[in-house]
């Protein structure tokens, strides 16, 4: 029960930060359409400002999948 319960908190907490990052691209952009985030990277690609943010997505992206650094369910049972 626990560690299900940890693992329904570890995914919302990768839910929440993705959401947080995408609102602040959102935020900078001042809109929700894709179209918009195109025309906007026509002047200046969004991947040099978000740097760092692209390196914590990597990040979360690899927590979501269970991959060799981070998997907790093989880990426990070890």
């Known amino acids: 029960v626990m560690a299900g319960l940890r693992a329904a908190i570890l995914m919302l907490n ?9 609102l602040n691209v959102c935020f900078l952009v001042e ?7 195109a025309v906007y990277q026509e002047i200046f690609w969004l991947i040099f400002l978000f740097f760092f943010l692209l390196s914590n997505i ?3 992206f690899l927590l979501e999948v269970n991959r060799t650094p981070f998997d907790l369910a093989e880990a426990e049972s070890e």
């Open 31 to 37: 809109s929700f359409s894709f179209a918009a985030f």
């Open 58 to 60: 990597l990040l979360v």
């Open 14 to 22: 990768l839910e929440i930060f993705l959401g947080i990052v995408f």
